[in-house]
């Protein structure tokens, strides 16, 4: 009940384009969901997150929309760069405890 | 955000012996910090819950006694990985709350090789 299904495992988008990625999650005691942005030999990096109580969150770029009822929310990057092939993880928090619990990821690369 | 720095970066030790790995807050008082490791082209996985003071908590399926946790002051943790086993080689993180309780700010990671 604390997965969070990340899709798809791997994207690739032509520069200038728009990636999506989409997750998934059953666990209704999850209250932030954070995206982060991992590149090769990294730690992971905070990339915009939201609250269940917000529809959509814009940061340049990066956008999350989120569906509570649906309980679902994507991250869309708008005009995709070659500097943003990474691998994303989106993630729920887990407030008891203060876990924060992973998707699988996707690994994105953006072709020039 | 806050920064967190961890050392060595990349460690290669024998089977058998033990290697500790340190986690500093850089510019933020870290109460709770978290220990998570990620195997090749996989998520991340929390292994436990690292707390000031007092005894860390381990996530289900992770040997307290294999992964040492020690958490002295506010801005140090240190884990253990003891008697290392060439399937304990990994890419280990740590991370830390920032100003508001739900955002983490990762470390850089260390590369464990056991050979």
């Known amino acids: 009940q604390q997965q969070v299904k990340q899709s798809p495992q791997s994207l690739i988008v032509q520069k200038g384009g728009i990636s999506i990625i989409n997750c998934a999650y059953e666990n209704t005691a999850f209250d932030y969901f954070p995206w982060y942005q991992q590149f090769p030999g990294k730690g992971p990096a905070l990339l915009i997150a939201i609250r269940p109580d917000v529809s959509e969150k814009k940061e340049g770029r990066f956008t999350i929309s989120f569906n509570k009822s649906a309980k679902q929310f994507s991250l869309h990057i708008m005009d995709s760069q070659p500097g943003d092939s990474a691998t994303y993880f989106c993630?729920?928090?887990?407030?008891?405890?203060?876990?924060?619990?992973f998707g699988q990821g996707t690994e994105l690369s953006v072709k020039p | 955000g806050a920064v967190v720095s961890q050392h060595p970066s990349w460690v290669i030790c024998k089977s058998g012996t033990s290697v500790k790995i340190e986690c500093r807050s850089l510019d933020f008082q870290a109460t709770t910090m978290f220990w998570y490791r990620q195997f090749p082209k996989q998520s991340l996985m929390l292994m436990a819950t690292?707390?000031?003071?007092?005894?860390?908590?381990?996530e289900q399926g992770v040997e307290k006694d294999k992964f040492l946790i020690n958490h002295a002051s506010l801005t140090l943790s240190t884990l253990t990985v003891t008697s290392a086993h060439p399937e304990d080689s990994s890419f280990y993180i740590c991370?830390?709350?920032?100003?508001?309780?739900?955002?983490?700010?990762f470390g850089p990671g260390t590369r464990l090789t056991v050979l």
């Open positions: 991370s830390q709350t920032g100003q508001t309780y739900n955002e983490q700010f």
């Open positions: 690292s707390n000031e003071g007092s005894k860390a908590t381990y």
């Open positions: 993630a729920g928090f887990y407030n008891q405890g203060g876990k924060l619990i």
